[in-house]
């Protein structure tokens, strides 16, 4: 009995030190950017993890520099994302409500269509994409974007979403039916309410997309004032690299704070929406 | 008696007249079908979408033809005008293969219409030979919303599947088959050719493409291999670790080592680029003060592949642990007591239960997961940028994948008939995995063996 005791100890403990050690790996980066912002000066090198002095000096720059406009920056990602968002959201339901709940003529086809484009890597049309904006007249504009993001959001969450309109009963619609209910009226009374979660994973995702985007919004927005966060960012890092690190680490945290956030409050539903989108057909 | 069935034969003429007759005048031009049934505003809504097409078409189908076979006849080229030579711009072979791609998809949108027109005009004359009226306007439009609501529905996400992804693609496919490539084939100044499978010739065989290519394509699937498994047991690792009976304050440890994950990667990944620059990084600091020397973690080709996986599994391992803790949840604890009276040791249950159990239910995604890998740009482009640079490679690093590469190689090296041969074998692999994944779960479903 006691030999047990000794060994349930032992595994206590072993187990942990583990997680302390990952732990510590897991928030190590985290808390190192994160005092990195606080730190005076500009180069990557510092003695300490923890910086002698705190200053804001660098958060103010990102701000009333000349030559880094994050607060314009946030204000253009933030209205991207927030309207590619709301039509790539409406798009996605759109589809998938159309695919789950009706019978209808190439339904099949639509479906394996969506499957296949979501297999080609995305670069691969980006030129495309841009010859056509320019033709629109669209380069460096912020509408260019929004249709561009809202275009593309069904390929990735129709199936997504599908899987989950699968699973609410098609009793309630035939029941609403009966009793006189349009399509519109099933689609918003019912489909609607009950799909929540499943519609705050893909608008998440949706959201998420044009923050950290950097490379088709680079090829899209020409001037720097038209620049997203993204752009800006990985500017910062590719031009100069060393030379201000601590400006970058102010910036990094205001990006990923938000968004962060808004991870750890709907983590719950990430991982169902990741498992329906891999085992639902 | 001659007159009666002269009659009896004119009715049945006219029974029969209405559906050819509308069928025949929307064959002429679209909307007179329409007309004739009376449905007055659609007939004037498809006449106006006729006259929009044909003036649309009758200006760009030829040309939009003429260009996508010959890509254009001339390249800018020096012209004497009143005697001085004048730059005078040539043909812009890609825009016109663009343009005249999408002048040949309007064009068969329009075909389709004009099919549905004509199916359309048949129908309503043959319900107005039952007796039954046409739909007035507003009757047309409720019918849409009840009975065709679906394709109405799909319409608007499908035109933008249509011109910013199927259009693209297709676009993309046909440069393959070009000589569109720096530095001699670029528009404005030169022409741009269709030259047939030459480009995927030279990719596999011409030595020192075919070289990268294969290099480039084993690194892209040890790494495959590698992040997929290395994140996978490791989620499985931490999961099992957390979910011990021993171990008190399991939320906490869960959010904890959720972090990573709420990190978008774009920002994690450039931070641990600098933790792990050679000079300056913290990492290398901390190994100086325990008395060993730094890393080139980033600058040689044996460690960038190691920082790279190792990186990979700190971004990747929570999303594994969250899945994975999620299947822990559901086996059933009569299983582990039917298991503790046989007398099973932790191991054993382990062994027998757990981990078929979590394969089972997480096999698509792991598959889902693989996929996802071979095209990781994220953690690789962020992190090394694909570099160091391997020497006798075709514009490619040592740890650059195939995407990496199609990224370089279009937006940096201007070879887009290589990048695009590159994307359609990468779009082969991943197509052959998921066609794979998907038959799996329908078979899964329908079997329902553990369920």
């Known amino acids: 009995m006691s030999a047990r005791k000794l060994g349930n100890f032992v595994r206590a403990a072993g187990s942990y030190l583990l997680l302390i050690i990952i732990s510590i790996c897991c928030l190590y980066p985290a808390l190192w950017v994160v005092l990195a912002s606080f730190r005076p000066g500009k180069s990557l090198y510092s003695k300490t993890l ?21 607060g314009q920056w946030y204000m253009n990602t933030l209205k991207i994302s927030v309207l590619s968002t709301i039509i790539g959201t409406i798009l996605v339901l759109l589809t998938s409500y159309a695919v789950s709940r009706f019978r209808f003529r190439g339904r099949k086809t639509a479906l394996s269509t969506i499957l296949v484009l979501g297999m080609f890597p995305g670069f691969m049309s980006m030129i495309a994409v841009y010859i056509l904006l320019k033709e629109m007249h669209l380069l460096d504009t912020h509408l260019a974007l929004i249709i561009v993001y809202a275009a593309g959001a069904p390929l990735g969450g129709t199936f997504i979403m599908k899987g989950y309109l699968d699973t609410i009963p098609r009793s309630l619609d035939e029941a609403a039916k009966i009793d006189g209910a349009s399509n519109l009226m099933i689609f918003s009374r019912i489909i609607l309410p009950l799909s929540r979660p499943m519609l705050t994973y893909i608008a998440l995702t949706q959201f998420v997309g044009p923050w950290v985007d950097f490379i088709f919004a680079k090829l899209v927005l020409r001037t720097k004032p038209n620049w997203t966060v993204a752009v800006g960012l990985y500017d910062m890092v590719s031009s100069n690299q060393n030379s201000n690190f601590t400006v970058f680490a102010a910036a990094a945290v205001l990006i990923a704070l938000p968004i962060g956030i808004l991870f750890m409050f709907l983590q719950r539903m990430l991982v169902d929406g990741m498992t329906a989108g891999a085992s639902k057909g | 008696m001659a007159g009666d069935s002269s009659i009896f034969r004119r009715g049945e003429g006219l029974e029969m007249k209405h559906r050819t007759v509308a069928a025949w005048l929307s064959a002429i031009f679209a909307g007179l079908g329409q007309l004739y049934n009376r449905q007055f505003i659609k007939g004037i809504l498809f006449i106006a979408v006729e006259i929009l097409a044909l003036f649309y078409f009758i200006n760009n189908l030829g040309t939009a033809i003429w260009g996508t076979v010959t890509l254009g006849e001339s390249g800018s080229h020096f012209e004497k005008v009143n005697g001085i030579a004048r730059l005078v711009p040539g043909d812009h072979s890609i825009n016109l293969l663009i343009q005249g791609l999408i002048t040949i998809i309007l064009f068969i949108i329009f075909v389709i219409y004009y099919v549905m027109n004509i199916k359309d005009a048949y129908q309503i004359g043959k319900q107005r030979e039952l007796g039954v009226a046409a739909n007035n306007f507003k009757g047309t439009l409720q019918y849409i919303l009840e009975q065709k609501f679906a394709v109405a529905f799909l319409t608007i996400p499908g035109i933008g599947i249509l011109f910013f992804t199927i259009m693209p693609i297709i676009f993309m496919i046909l440069l393959s088959f070009t000589n569109y490539s720096a530095p001699d084939h670029l528009p404005p100044a030169k022409l741009v050719d269709w030259v047939g499978f030459d480009t ?87 190994l100086a003060y325990f008395g060993l020397g730094g890393l080139p973690w980033l600058t040689d080709p044996f460690w960038a592949k190691v920082t790279v996986i190792v990186v990979n599994m700190w971004v990747g391992i929570p999303v594994s642990m969250l899945l994975i803790m999620g299947v822990l949840t559901t086996i059933s604890k009569d299983l582990y007591e039917a298991a503790d009276i046989d007398g099973a040791t932790n191991y054993q249950k382990f062994r027998i239960i757990t981990l078929p159990m979590i394969l089972f239910s997480t096999a698509p995604i792991l598959i889902t997961q693989f996929a996802g890998n071979i095209n990781n740009f994220n953690a ?51 197509a052959s995995f998921s066609i794979y994944n998907y038959r799996r779960t329908r078979s899964f479903k329908e079997e329902d063996m553990i369920q």
Not at chain 1, 50 to 70: A, G, M, Q, W
Not at chain 2, 250 to 263: C, E, H, V
Not at chain 2, 401 to 416: A, E, F, G, M, S
């Open chain 1, 50 to 70: 923890i910086p002698e002095v705190f200053t804001l000096d660098h958060y103010r720059e990102l701000f009333t520099s000349k030559s880094i406009l994050f």
């Open chain 2, 380 to 430: 690789i482009f962020l992190l090394t940028n694909g570099n160091p640079v391997v020497g006798d490679y075709q514009y490619a690093g040592a740890t650059d994948l195939l995407v990496t590469w199609l990224y370089k190689l279009t937006l940096d090296q201007n070879r887009y008939n290589m990048a695009s041969a590159v994307g359609i074998i990468i779009f082969l692999i991943i």
């Open chain 2, 200 to 286: 995927f010739k030279n990719l596999l065989t011409l030595k020192s493409w075919s070289h990268t290519f294969w290099g480039v394509l084993v690194w892209t699937i040890i790494w495959a291999v590698l992040s997929t498994v290395t994140t996978y047991f490791g989620g499985m690792f931490v999961a099992l670790l957390i979910q011990q009976k021993v171990v008190k304050l399991k939320g906490l440890w869960r959010t904890i080592l959720i972090i990573p994950y709420a990190i978008p990667q774009l920002i994690s990944l450039l931070v641990m680029r600098n933790m792990f620059n050679g000079q300056f990084g913290p990492i290398n600091q901390y």
